[in-house]
């Protein structure tokens, strides 16, 4: 599996970015999807993961100001993240589930300033 995420930056309170994940090596369609993050200091998180079937799920924290969604036909994964606070702050994974073991992209860093 690869995943190759995009996207991160710095934004100011109350703006927006979109994150994108490059996925190859897997038949992506099969494939649930997730986003997580890690702030520094702290342990690595869920934001948000879509099915295969595109069922979502957020974290309570991001319910309402980022949406997940998937392009099967590009193999991609995107986060619209809306609304974004300083708290948001942290680097951004792909992640995905391959015969048992997760696996993640390289990360991509937003930083969110009030």
């Known amino acids: 599996v690869q995943l190759q995420a995009s996207g991160g ?3 100011q309170a109350g703006g927006y970015l979109r994150l994108s994940c490059a996925v190859s090596r897997i038949m992506f369609r099969a494939y649930d999807m997730a986003w ?3 702030a520094p200091g702290q342990e690595r998180e869920l934001v948000a993961s879509i099915t295969s079937g595109g069922g979502t799920t957020y974290a309570n924290p991001v319910k309402g100001r980022f949406i997940i969604y998937r392009d099967n036909a590009g193999d991609a994964v995107y986060l619209q ?4 606070k300083p708290e948001d702050t942290a680097v951004y994974y792909c992640s995905t589930e391959d015969r ?3 696996r993640w992209g390289q990360g991509t ?3 969110v300033s009030s």
């Open 9 to 11: 930056g710095l934004v």
């Open 36 to 38: 997580y993050r890690q």
């Open 100 to 102: 048992g073991v997760r």
């Open 109 to 111: 860093q937003v930083t």
């Open 81 to 84: 993240m809306n609304n974004l």
